[in-house]
């Protein structure tokens, strides 16, 4: 069920300079699976089949700084490994914080996101 909600957050889109390396890339580490909208764009379905975000193809990679994309693990370490064999970058972490533990990492696009999970 889709929950549009007034003020929730609804989508994330991540700008890539690769349509095809990102979602080669995504769907190697986490088991994404997309929705193509054509050459340019691919919608990320989530586990419940519902879209909740999207890949739009840009030409110049992603800047740094702006909101982090956090994604929720329950084995951080075999993450790690998933993200490492599917070209990604962890740049921060695996490291402690007040409710588990937590990770950068960069995608083959320079987007930067984090995973945490409880232990």
Not at 36 to 46: H, L, N, R, S, V
Not at 51 to 71: K, T
């Amino acid at each position: 069920m889709s929950r549009n909600e007034h003020h929730r957050l609804n989508y994330v889109e991540l700008s890539v300079t690769d349509l095809a390396a990102a979602q080669a890339f995504y769907s190697a580490a986490f088991g994404w699976e997309f929705t193509a909208y054509g050459p340019t764009y691919a919608g990320i379905k989530g586990a419940d089949g519902d879209e909740v975000g999207g890949l739009a193809q840009v030409s110049e990679p992603a800047a740094a700084g702006g909101p982090l994309v956090l994604l929720y693990s329950e084995d951080l370490d075999a993450t790690v490994d998933a993200v490492t064999a599917a070209g990604g970058a962890v740049v921060n972490g695996p490291y402690e914080f007040p409710g588990g533990r937590r990770l950068h990492f960069t995608d083959p696009s320079g987007n930067q996101l984090g995973v945490w999970a409880a232990s």
